[in-house]
C-alpha cells in the first residue's frame, strides 16, 4: 500500500522537529571548543541517563494526554480542535524531550568541563525526539485515539496526510 501524500501541515511541524534536531547538532560543535574533550564523571553520566529514563516516562504518560473532542461539534470545528491539540501535545512533548539536553549542557559546564556530557544528553533527546515528538502514523495515531474516545470523528489522519491510519477500514470508517 502506498502512503498518502504529506500535508503541509505535517511538513512544517516535520521541519520545526528536524530544526530542533541541527540546533542539537550545532550547539554540540560550538560546546567542542569551549569545553573540550574529557571523561566525563560517572556519576553526571549516570544522573543524565536517568534524567533520560524519566523525561521517556513522562513523555509515555502525560504528552499525548487531550481532552476527547465533543462528538456533537460540528466536522471543520472538531478538525481545528483536533489540529489545536495535536499541536500544543506536540510542542509539550518537543519541549520535555529538548530538556534531557539543556541539562546536559548545565551538566557539562559544572560537572566535568567535558562536551561528552552534552553529547550523551543531545543523543538521549534525538532519540526522544524520534519516537514522541516526529509526526508520524504512530504519533498521530496515539493522539487521535484519545481525541475520537468519546466517538467524535476528527479528520485529523487526513488533515496530516495520513490517510485513514491503522485503525481505519471498511469496518471503522465513518461518514
Keep these: 500500500m502506498a502512503s498518502a501524500q504529506k500535508t503541509p501541515v505535517v511538513?512544517?511541524?516535520r521541519m520545526l522537529v528536524g530544526a530542533v534536531v541541527g540546533a542539537l547538532f550545532l550547539?554540540?560543535?560550538?560546546?567542542?571548543?569551549?569545553?573540550g574533550f574529557g571523561a566525563p564523571p560517572l556519576w553526571a553520566v549516570v544522573l543524565l541517563l536517568l534524567i533520560g529514563v524519566a523525561v521517556y516516562a513522562v513523555l509515555q504518560s502525560f504528552g499525548y494526554?487531550?481532552?476527547?473532542?465533543?462528538?456533537?461539534?460540528?466536522?471543520?470545528?472538531?478538525r481545528e480542535a483536533a489540529m489545536n491539540a495535536f499541536?500544543?501535545?506536540l510542542?509539550?512533548?518537543?519541549?520535555?524531550?529538548?530538556s534531557v539536553a539543556i541539562i546536559?549542557?548545565?551538566l557539562a559546564f559544572v560537572a566535568g568541563r567535558t562536551v561528552l556530557l552534552y553529547d550523551l544528553g543531545a543523543a538521549i533527546s534525538v532519540l526522544l525526539l524520534a519516537v514522541h515528538v516526529w509526526p508520524s502514523?504512530?504519533?498521530?495515531?496515539?493522539?487521535?485515539?484519545r481525541l475520537e474516545a468519546d466517538g467524535a470523528c476528527t479528520g485529523l489522519r487526513e488533515v496530516l496526510g495520513f490517510g485513514g491510519g491503522a485503525q481505519?477500514?471498511?469496518v471503522t470508517r465513518r461518514g
Excluded: C, H, N, Y
Design 65 to 78: 494526554r487531550v481532552k476527547p473532542v465533543s462528538p456533537s461539534l460540528p466536522p471543520e470545528q472538531a
Design 91 to 98: 510542542m509539550l512533548r518537543l519541549a520535555l524531550a529538548e
Design 87 to 89: 499541536r500544543s501535545t
Design 137 to 145: 502514523l504512530r504519533t498521530v495515531d496515539k493522539i487521535v485515539a
Design 104 to 106: 546536559g549542557i548545565a
Design 11 to 13: 511538513l512544517t511541524l
Design 168 to 170: 481505519d477500514g471498511p
Design 27 to 35: 550547539m554540540a560543535v560550538a560546546l567542542m571548543f569551549v569545553l
